[in-house]
């Protein structure tokens, strides 16, 4: 049974900074691609960002690119989303997700998914 743990939520000023993590029980992280979701009240879940199983190949949606950062600590099983110079419409539940592969994962998500972390950016 995979289980992911997202943590690191919480509310920010704009222009603040906050990391989320997220946490694999039952799956190696090292074998599999990991991606962050995010959902705003009233909208579909989008695309936020993902990473290859190495971490060598990392992929952003283009309104967090040059402000968000993906990383993998494979030792830990945990990955990471490092956010910066967060904005209002950054508000939104973040899920982490994995899969086999980044391909399907970047449109659709992986098969598994966390239960979410809450990040509100105040204006």
């Known amino acids: 049974q995979v289980q992911l743990a997202e943590s690191g939520g919480g509310l920010v000023q704009a222009g603040g900074s906050l990391r989320l993590s997220c946490a694999a029980s039952?799956?190696?992280?090292?074998?599999?691609?990991v991606g962050w979701f995010r959902q705003a009240p009233g909208k579909d879940r989008e695309f936020v960002a993902a990473s290859n199983y190495n971490g060598a190949y990392t992929y952003y949606a283009d309104s967090v690119k040059d402000r968000f950062t993906i990383a993998k600590d494979n030792a830990k099983n945990t990955v990471y989303l490092q956010m910066k110079t967060l904005a209002p419409e950054d508000t939104a539940v973040y899920y982490c997700?994995?899969?086999?592969?980044?391909?399907?994962?970047?449109?659709?998500?992986?098969?598994?998914w966390g239960q979410g972390t809450q990040v509100t950016v105040s204006s």
């Open positions: 997700t994995t899969g086999p592969n980044t391909v399907k994962l970047r449109t659709a998500g992986g098969d598994y």
């Open positions: 039952g799956r190696i992280f090292s074998s599999f691609a």
